[in-house]
């Protein structure tokens, strides 16, 4: 007898995008969150947020995009960067091209930076950077002073940039920026992340200078429960 195929359940990451018909529940959780951060981050001049999990499967890259969008709602002009360049998942998410993108950019120095920035129409013309080509050494690339250049120079464009980081207890990527960011979200998976994680990722966060935390999106709890919905993240290598 033939052994039974398993189902693999595809995820339509369209109707999890925050729009303006999403489930009113998830709306107001997000200009919750949106409101939390104009809060936590006041004064002039563009505000850099990092958003980073302590391991995979969180789902900080779909809170990315929302807390992006919801900003760009707020009427606020905002740029989402893909810098997970070891797994980036914006692109798919967002039904984008993966490059060119923000690699591509750093690799290439006949390349403008306005070449790799897009525009959603779906999310009213947000502005997203994709990751790009996977390169060998992430690490190195994030460290260069091209990528602080460039985002000194996107700051003079943008009230908020939102960037979509690995998570923090697998790689160092998501902190070697902090002195560039000016406050991180720490993604929270209900019933998926550890308590030890958490305080693993506090940790790593303790001993980078200048990281400062904004707070925790508490994810994928039932919408009676006022939650933002069930997202995945891949296999880590």
């Given at each position: 007898?033939?052994?039974?195929?398993?189902?693999?359940?595809?995820?339509?990451?369209?109707?999890?995008?925050?729009?303006?018909?999403?489930?009113?529940v998830?709306q107001?959780?997000?200009?919750?969150?949106?409101?939390?951060?104009m809060?936590?981050?006041?004064?002039?001049?563009?505000?850099?947020?990092?958003?980073?999990?302590?391991?995979?499967?969180?789902?900080?890259?779909?809170?990315?995009?929302?807390?992006?969008s919801?900003l760009?709602?707020?009427?606020?002009?905002?740029?989402l960067?893909?810098?997970d360049?070891?797994?980036?998942?914006v692109?798919?998410?967002?039904?984008?091209?993966?490059?060119?993108?923000?690699?591509?950019?750093?690799a290439?120095?006949s390349?403008?930076?306005?070449?790799?920035?897009?525009?959603v129409v779906?999310?009213?013309g947000?502005h997203?950077?994709?990751?790009?080509?996977?390169?060998?050494?992430?690490?190195?690339?994030?460290?260069s002073?091209?990528?602080?250049?460039?985002?000194?120079e996107l700051?003079?464009?943008?009230?908020y940039?939102?960037?979509?980081?690995?998570?923090?207890?697998?790689?160092?990527?998501?902190?070697?920026?902090?002195?560039?960011?000016?406050g991180?979200?720490?993604?929270?998976?209900?019933?998926?992340?550890?308590?030890?994680s958490?305080?693993?990722?506090?940790?790593?966060?303790?001993f980078?200078?200048?990281?400062?935390i904004?707070?925790?999106?508490?994810?994928?709890?039932?919408?009676?429960?006022?939650?933002?919905?069930?997202?995945?993240?891949?296999?880590?290598?």
């Amino acid at each position: 007898m033939a052994k039974s195929k398993k189902r693999v359940q595809r995820i339509n990451w369209a109707q999890m995008l925050l729009t303006e018909k999403s489930p009113w529940v998830i709306q107001e959780a997000y200009r919750e969150l949106r409101t939390n951060i104009m809060f936590s981050l006041p004064g002039d001049g563009c505000k850099v947020i990092g958003v980073t999990s302590p391991d995979r499967s969180a789902g900080k890259s779909l809170n990315s995009i929302n807390l992006a969008s919801s900003l760009h709602e707020a009427g606020k002009r905002v740029l989402l960067m893909d810098c997970d360049l070891r797994l980036p998942t914006v692109h798919s998410k967002m039904g984008l091209k993966q490059e060119p993108g923000f690699t591509n950019y750093l690799a290439d120095s006949s390349m403008s930076i306005n070449s790799v920035i897009g525009s959603v129409v779906s999310l009213g013309g947000l502005h997203v950077i994709t990751a790009g080509l996977l390169m060998a050494d992430p690490t190195r690339l994030l460290m260069s002073e091209k990528v602080r250049e460039t985002l000194v120079e996107l700051k003079s464009y943008y009230d908020y940039i939102v960037i979509d980081l690995p998570p923090v207890n697998m790689v160092t990527d998501a902190l070697l920026l902090a002195d560039m960011i000016d406050g991180y979200l720490l993604v929270i998976r209900h019933e998926v992340t550890q308590r030890k994680s958490i305080e693993e990722a506090l940790n790593k966060f303790s001993f980078a200078k200048n990281a400062e935390i904004l707070g925790f999106v508490y994810n994928d709890v039932s919408i009676q429960a006022k939650a933002k919905g069930a997202y995945t993240y891949g296999q880590y290598k």
